[in-house]
């Protein structure tokens, strides 16, 4: 994308519609570039904008929104301050409502698009708490001498940038209203240019921040972490070199955990782990795609991904067996543990790589009655060609891309047969242009 002679004259555009990525998209109405398509952020569709141009390429050109001109009935005002400036959420001027609209209209296109498929029954957006919801994150950190600051946040629009946060709405409350003062926590350290980022979680216990640090931390900066702990009720953990070095500052700190009390069960986990961003949201997923799987005392389910057990667990209170497969060692490990302090006989856990051959795998060869899937961007396509699909009577696929789950869907269905039956969005990141969505497939000859 070149930044070189772009023309920043001001002009009108009207907005036809609004992209993936939660920009708007229109065409240019004059000059020999009429007809080229330019996306717009800040911008909804059928506003009437002012816009300024800040990049262009051979097919289409960017440009940010400098006045609304005519504003979309679905706009809203953001209640951050940062909004704009700030990449972390791209949505805050869309009403809720339209927001998830769009997340099912994206997943749609994608199917049908993508993987040429169209479900059954499209399933109603499953929807949470659109604020405060935020448990699992990482903050940039970067000494800026100009400003004579130390700048904690996401990174700007402009990702070379990190945005100058004072507060951020989509964290939940606990750190979202205290990013100031972590700002000049860090500021405040001997070591503040050996930081350059750090990682939050939340459990049930309160939050817990990772600082990451290039060189030994000098006992003043270790005090003032423990104080700043102390103070704000979080609990404090250092990171001098890879995943395997996090430490608690102090001894002994607090187990992190997450209770899932639908199903009677508390899932511990480590400061970097992997868990579902929205908690609140999570626990409505695990019973929506319980649903949709319908275990019974006699299937024996296969939870692939399933990392510290989010979907296990929980499938091992109504189903007869589960077998649950992830390729993080240390997840499994976790997985195995959290099984054990629930009392669970009738989970079991593997390690295995998904995305290679898996010949010789001792749990492909068992027979299952069910599938669930949770995978990463990538998606799942490499393990379902794998797996012996004839016994299986269901497939609950969740995705966090709407496009490896519809390439996903695609081969299913127009390879292996499959009825893609429901499929629908969950709003995981609201205020954001990600799209969570979970699909049910039945095998051929059981469509229903």
């Known amino acids: 994308m070149s930044r070189n002679r772009i023309d920043r004259t001001p002009f009108e555009l009207r907005i036809n519609d609004l992209s993936h990525d939660g920009r708007g998209v229109a065409r240019r109405e004059e000059g020999v570039h009429a007809g080229k398509a330019i996306f717009v952020s800040g911008a909804l569709p059928g506003e009437r ?8 390429s051979r097919h289409f050109d960017e440009a940010r929104t400098l006045e609304v001109l005519e504003a979309s009935p679905d706009r809203v005002t953001p209640p951050c301050p940062h909004f704009g400036t700030c990449s972390g959420c791209v949505l805050q001027h869309l009403d809720a409502g339209a927001q998830i609209a769009l997340k099912q209209q994206v997943l749609m296109d994608n199917l049908e698009r993508i993987g040429h498929v169209t ?16 448990r699992k994150g990482r903050f940039s ?21 990190v945005a100058d946060l004072r507060e951020c709405h989509t964290v939940v409350p606990e750190l979202g209203m205290k990013v100031a003062a972590l700002s000049a926590l860090v500021d405040s350290l001997d070591g503040r240019a ?18 990451r640090h290039l060189n030994p931390l000098s006992d003043k900066d270790r005090d003032a972490l423990a104080a700043f702990g102390d103070e704000h009720g979080f609990i404090i953990f250092l990171q001098p070199g890879g995943v395997t070095s996090v430490h608690p500052l102090h001894e002994p700190a607090s ?30 997923m695990i019973a929506h795609a319980l649903e949709l799987l319908d275990p019974q005392a006699d299937d024996h389910v296969l939870d ?57 795998q001792p749990w492909l060869k068992q027979p299952y009655t069910k599938l669930l899937l949770d995978p990463p961007r990538s998606g799942a396509i490499e393990v379902l060609k794998q797996l012996p699909l004839d016994g299986l009577e269901r497939i609950v696929y969740v995705s966090c891309h709407p496009g490896s789950l519809a390439r996903d869907a695609g081969w299913l269905v127009n390879e292996a047969g499959w009825t893609l039956q429901s499929a629908g969005a969950m709003d995981m990141f609201p205020q954001t242009a990600h799209v969570e969505s979970i699909a049910l497939f039945l095998p051929p000859n059981r469509k229903k």
């Open 141 to 161: 950190v970067k000494r800026v001498e100009k400003k004579d600051k130390t700048l904690v946040g996401f990174r700007e629009t402009d990702p070379r940038f």
């Open 304 to 360: 692939l991904f399933c990392g510290l057990g989010n979907f296990t667990l929980p499938l091992a209170r109504v189903a007869g067996r589960v077998t649950g497969v992830e390729g993080d060692a240390g997840l499994v490990q976790r997985a195995r543990e959290n099984a054990q302090r629930n009392g669970f006989d009738n989970a079991d856990f593997h390690a295995a790589d998904l995305s290679v051959e898996l010949r010789g």
């Open 194 to 211: 050996d930081i350059p980022q750090i990682e939050f979680i939340a459990g049930d216990q309160g939050v817990a921040l990772v600082f």
């Open 119 to 134: 479900p059954k029954h499209v399933l109603a957006p499953l929807t949470g708490k659109a604020w405060g919801y935020r």
């Open 49 to 56: 904008v002012m816009v300024e141009q800040t990049g262009k």
């Open 255 to 284: 187990e992190l955990s997450f209770a899932l009390p639908q199903w009677n069960a508390e899932l511990a986990f480590r400061p970097l782990d992997f868990i579902q961003v929205n908690g609140d949201l999570n626990q409505k």
